[in-house]
């Protein structure tokens, strides 16, 4: 289907434990996103990708890692995860920059570390 | 760095009501975009501008470069807008990095039937 899929949609893990946490679009688009949501927070950017092998930190980048060797793949590792890390993830990606283009969002990863 | 203000955070509205959302930002900017997140969790974009007026069904959304400000509104609401709302800017002072957008926290609405 053609679209933005995150997978999986809900995970829980422990403590040092790597996880990593899969987007997917079909558009074939430039940019490529990735989001954590907490209560009290607005969305905070935690990575990004202008183009394949082309990705930079966002806001709150540390404990994660990114990579985009495909254009329509961009696969978000937490290393060694921790409690603080437990939050709702978004992917989107967009054609253009932010704010020449909307944003296309996937549905979500819930992520618990214990 | 800029900050973005929603008002009200929360709301609840009676079904038919006209509904205003509104939206601060602290330094200028280049486009502001509006987003819905639905009780499921998906989020969809709903506008994007960066100067005047744009209207798609009922939804209407305004900005006022000079006054740093924008307002959603919700014209005959309906409990199937009952959502979070959500404000993002990106600053002129991004450049041409990708990096540019800030949220808002939301506003949280509720359209009672």
């Known amino acids: 289907d053609a679209g933005i899929t995150q997978s999986p949609r809900y995970k829980i893990t422990e403590t040092g434990r790597q996880v990593t946490l899969m987007c997917h679009q079909t558009?074939?688009?430039?940019?490529m996103f990735w989001y954590r949501q907490d209560l009290g927070h607005g969305l905070r950017l935690i990575y990004y990708?202008?183009?394949?092998?082309?990705?930079d930190k966002g806001e709150v980048p540390d404990g994660y890692v990114v990579s985009r060797s495909k254009t329509e793949n961009f696969p978000l590792t937490l290393e060694s995860a921790t409690r603080s890390q437990t939050s709702v993830y978004f992917c989107?990606?967009?054609?253009?920059?932010?704010?020449?283009?909307?944003?296309?969002f996937g549905p979500g990863t819930r992520l618990t570390v214990l | 760095k800029n900050e973005v203000e929603q008002s009200p955070q929360n709301l609840t509205a009676q079904e038919g009501e006209f509904i205003t959302i509104n939206c601060s930002y602290s330094?200028?900017?280049?486009?502001l975009h509006w987003l819905q997140q639905h009780p499921g969790g998906g989020i969809v974009s709903l506008f994007m501008?960066?100067?005047g007026k744009k209207k798609h069904g009922r939804l209407i959304a305004t900005i006022n470069i000079q006054e740093k400000h924008s307002s959603l509104h919700i014209t005959a609401s309906h409990p199937r807008d009952s959502a979070v709302y959500i404000c993002a800017v990106r600053s002129v002072y991004s450049g041409g990095g990708a990096d540019g957008l800030t949220f808002g926290k939301g506003t949280h609405l509720i359209i009672q039937p």
């Open positions: 990708s202008a183009a394949a092998d082309i990705t």
């Open positions: 558009w074939s688009h430039s940019y």
């Open positions: 330094v200028g900017i280049s486009a």
């Open positions: 989107a990606s967009s054609e253009l920059a932010p704010g020449l283009d909307e944003q296309f």
């Open positions: 501008l960066s100067s």
